[in-house]
C-alpha cells in the first residue's frame, strides 16, 4: 500500500545488504565499482538504461529512470553482507570465477574492502556447503538479534542514511510454511524455542524487517512470503519483495509462453534442463533444494496458458524442469528447451531454445535495480508486498495468499514501467 505521495530525498548513503557474498553479490559489486569509474555501462539494469516519456516532450527520447524517479547515484551505494565462506568481496569473486582479473585488477582494493560478516548458517538447510564462517549463537532468537545488531553496527560505521537488503544467498531444502510461520507471534515463538522448521534465510528477513530495512528474496527459499513477514512488513511500513531472480530460462520461457497463447496455439510439452557448475549448482545438486527451485519454475507456465480456460490446447501439458551440476561449466550456465505445440487441425510443431549464458551477469543488474527500487518505494511510504516487482522474479510473491501472480514478461514490464512513470517527478 502507500501512504503518501511524495518521498523523501535520496540524498545520502544507501547502504545495500547481501546476505550470500558468492558469485552474484560479488559481480554486481564490481560492476558498479567499474561504471563508477567509467568502466562498461550497467548492461541489463532498466534502473540505469530505461528511459521514461517525457510528458513536456513527447516526441523526445524521454527522462532515464534514475533521474525521472529520483533515485540514487551508483556513488552512493555503500555494499556489505554475510557469508559462511568468503572473508571479502575480491575473495567471493575469485572464487567464482564469474570475471576475469582483468575486470578485477582495477577494482581489486576496493573489493577487498568489503569485508563480509559470519553469516547464519544452518546445514541441514545447505547440505552441499562446508562452512567455515558462521556465527556462534546458542539459538535462533540469539542469531537473529546477532543480525539485527550486525544492521545496526554496519548502518553506523558506513555512515548509511538508508538500507536495503537482498537475499542473494543459496537455496534452501525444500519445507513448506508450518503453523511457526503463520503469524508474527508463533514466529518469535519457534525463533525462541529452535523450531527446525525455521530457516536462516526467514532469520535474516526478520532481521531486516526489525531494523526497517525493506527485503527482497533472490532465491526459491520461503523467507518473506509468510504470514509472520508479512504482518511485520505490514506493522513496520516495510517493502518487501519475492522471489527467485528470473535470470536465464524461465526469462525466456516468460517470453515464449505468452507468444504462443497469444496465437491460440496449443501446447502438448515443454522439457527444460541446464547444466551449472557454480555453487548454486552444487547445492541444487541436492535433491530436496532443487525441489525449492522447481517449485519455482513448474508454476510459470500454468499461470500463463490458463488451462482450466483452455483445457482443448493446454489441458494435457506435461512440463518438465532438470538441473544437473557440472563443474567445469562453472557459472556459464546452459540451458536447453524443447518444446512440443500444436496447430491447425492439431499438427505438431517443435521449438527448440539453447540458451548459453551467465548467470550472475544476468542476475547482478536484477540485485542492483530491487535495491534502487524498494529504496524508492520506502521513500514513497510503501509497504508490504510491492507486486508490481514481478518482472524480477520467477514466483512473484502477491499480497493476497489466493492471488494469481502475473507471470507474462510483457505484463510484468508494462506494470513496473507504469509503477515508475508514477513517480517521476
Given at each position: 500500500?502507500?501512504?503518501?505521495?511524495?518521498?523523501?530525498?535520496?540524498?545520502?548513503?544507501?547502504?545495500?545488504?547481501?546476505?550470500?557474498?558468492?558469485?552474484?553479490?560479488?559481480?554486481?559489486?564490481?560492476?558498479?565499482?567499474?561504471?563508477?569509474?567509467?568502466?562498461?555501462?550497467?548492461?541489463?539494469?532498466?534502473?540505469?538504461?530505461?528511459?521514461?516519456?517525457?510528458?513536456?516532450?513527447?516526441?523526445?527520447?524521454?527522462?532515464?529512470?534514475?533521474?525521472?524517479?529520483?533515485?540514487?547515484?551508483?556513488?552512493?551505494?555503500?555494499?556489505?553482507?554475510?557469508?559462511?565462506?568468503?572473508?571479502?568481496?575480491?575473495?567471493?569473486?575469485?572464487?567464482?570465477?564469474?570475471?576475469?582479473?582483468?575486470?578485477?585488477?582495477?577494482?581489486?582494493?576496493?573489493?577487498?574492502?568489503?569485508?563480509?560478516?559470519?553469516?547464519?548458517?544452518?546445514?541441514?538447510?545447505?547440505?552441499?556447503?562446508?562452512?567455515?564462517?558462521?556465527?556462534?549463537?546458542?539459538?535462533?532468537w540469539d542469531s537473529a538479534l546477532a543480525?539485527?545488531?550486525?544492521?545496526?553496527?554496519?548502518?553506523?560505521?558506513?555512515?548509511?542514511?538508508?538500507?536495503?537488503?537482498?537475499?542473494?544467498?543459496?537455496?534452501?531444502?525444500?519445507?513448506?510454511?508450518?503453523?511457526?510461520?503463520?503469524?508474527?507471534?508463533?514466529?518469535?515463538?519457534?525463533?525462541?524455542?529452535?523450531?527446525?522448521?525455521?530457516?536462516?534465510?526467514?532469520?535474516?528477513?526478520?532481521?531486516?524487517?526489525?531494523?526497517?530495512?525493506?527485503?527482497?528474496?533472490?532465491?526459491?527459499?520461503?523467507?518473506?512470503?509468510?504470514?509472520?513477514?508479512?504482518?511485520?512488513?505490514?506493522?513496520?511500513?516495510?517493502?518487501?519483495?519475492?522471489?527467485?531472480?528470473?535470470?536465464?530460462?524461465?526469462?525466456?520461457?516468460?517470453?515464449?509462453?505468452?507468444?504462443?497463447?497469444?496465437?491460440?496455439?496449443?501446447?502438448?510439452?515443454?522439457?527444460?534442463?541446464?547444466?551449472?557448475?557454480?555453487?548454486?549448482?552444487?547445492?541444487?545438486?541436492?535433491?530436496?533444494?532443487?525441489?525449492?527451485?522447481?517449485?519455482?519454475?513448474?508454476?510459470?507456465?500454468?499461470?500463463?496458458?490458463?488451462?482450466?480456460?483452455?483445457?482443448?490446447?493446454?489441458?494435457?501439458?506435461?512440463?518438465?524442469?532438470?538441473?544437473?551440476?557440472?563443474?567445469?561449466?562453472?557459472?556459464?550456465?546452459?540451458?536447453?528447451?524443447?518444446?512440443?505445440?500444436?496447430?491447425?487441425?492439431?499438427?505438431?510443431?517443435?521449438?527448440?531454445?539453447?540458451?548459453?549464458?551467465?548467470?550472475?551477469?544476468?542476475?547482478?543488474?536484477?540485485?542492483?535495480?530491487?535495491?534502487?527500487?524498494?529504496?524508492?518505494?520506502?521513500?514513497?511510504?510503501?509497504?508490504?508486498?510491492?507486486?508490481?516487482?514481478?518482472?524480477?522474479?520467477?514466483a512473484p510473491q502477491v499480497p493476497d495468499e489466493d492471488g494469481r501472480p502475473e507471470?507474462?514478461?510483457?505484463?510484468?514490464?508494462?506494470?513496473?514501467?507504469?509503477?515508475?512513470?508514477?513517480?517521476?517527478?
Amino acid at each position: 500500500m502507500t501512504t503518501n505521495d511524495s518521498a523523501a530525498s535520496p540524498s545520502g548513503r544507501l547502504g545495500v545488504l547481501m546476505p550470500g557474498m558468492g558469485a552474484v553479490s560479488s559481480t554486481l559489486i564490481a560492476g558498479v565499482l567499474a561504471a563508477r569509474s567509467g568502466g562498461p555501462a550497467p548492461i541489463g539494469s532498466i534502473s540505469q538504461l530505461e528511459f521514461l516519456p517525457d510528458p513536456d516532450n513527447p516526441d523526445e527520447a524521454g527522462r532515464p529512470v534514475a533521474d525521472a524517479c529520483d533515485l540514487p547515484g551508483l556513488d552512493d551505494l555503500v555494499f556489505g553482507g554475510w557469508d559462511p565462506i568468503s572473508a571479502n568481496a575480491l575473495e567471493a569473486a575469485e572464487t567464482a570465477g564469474v570475471l576475469e582479473s582483468r575486470d578485477l585488477a582495477p577494482v581489486s582494493g576496493e573489493l577487498e574492502g568489503v569485508v563480509t560478516m559470519p553469516a547464519v548458517f544452518d546445514q541441514d538447510w545447505v547440505r552441499n556447503l562446508d562452512p567455515i564462517r558462521v556465527k556462534e549463537s546458542t539459538s535462533k532468537w540469539d542469531s537473529a538479534l546477532a543480525l539485527i545488531d550486525d544492521i545496526e553496527r554496519f548502518r553506523v560505521e558506513q555512515r548509511c542514511d538508508r538500507l536495503v537488503m537482498v537475499w542473494c544467498g543459496s537455496t534452501e531444502v525444500y519445507r513448506p510454511p508450518s503453523a511457526v510461520h503463520a503469524s508474527l507471534e508463533a514466529f518469535e515463538a519457534g525463533l525462541k524455542s529452535d523450531d527446525p522448521d525455521i530457516a536462516p534465510s526467514q532469520i535474516y528477513a526478520y532481521a531486516a524487517l526489525m531494523t526497517d530495512t525493506p527485503f527482497a528474496n533472490g532465491s526459491p527459499n520461503i523467507s518473506c512470503d509468510t504470514g509472520f513477514a508479512e504482518e511485520l512488513a505490514a506493522d513496520r511500513g516495510v517493502p518487501i519483495a519475492g522471489k527467485d531472480f528470473k535470470t536465464g530460462q524461465t526469462l525466456i520461457k516468460t517470453t515464449i509462453a505468452p507468444a504462443i497463447r497469444a496465437r491460440m496455439l496449443g501446447m502438448r510439452g515443454w522439457f527444460s534442463t541446464n547444466i551449472l557448475g557454480n555453487r548454486d549448482g552444487l547445492v541444487l545438486d541436492d535433491p530436496d533444494a532443487f525441489r525449492s527451485k522447481e517449485v519455482s519454475k513448474l508454476g510459470v507456465l500454468h499461470d500463463i496458458l490458463e488451462p482450466e480456460k483452455h483445457p482443448e490446447l493446454y489441458g494435457e501439458l506435461d512440463h518438465e524442469v532438470r538441473i544437473n551440476y557440472f563443474p567445469p561449466r562453472g557459472d556459464q550456465k546452459e540451458g536447453w528447451d524443447a518444446i512440443d505445440i500444436f496447430g491447425w487441425m492439431g499438427y505438431p510443431m517443435q521449438l527448440k531454445v539453447n540458451f548459453l549464458c551467465r548467470d550472475s551477469i544476468l542476475a547482478a543488474p536484477i540485485v542492483l535495480d530491487l535495491a534502487l527500487f524498494l529504496d524508492r518505494a520506502a521513500r514513497a511510504g510503501e509497504s508490504g508486498v510491492q507486486e508490481w516487482l514481478s518482472f524480477y522474479f520467477k514466483a512473484p510473491q502477491v499480497p493476497d495468499e489466493d492471488g494469481r501472480p502475473e507471470h507474462d514478461l510483457f505484463v510484468q514490464r508494462d506494470v513496473l514501467l507504469s509503477k515508475l512513470n508514477g513517480w517521476a517527478s
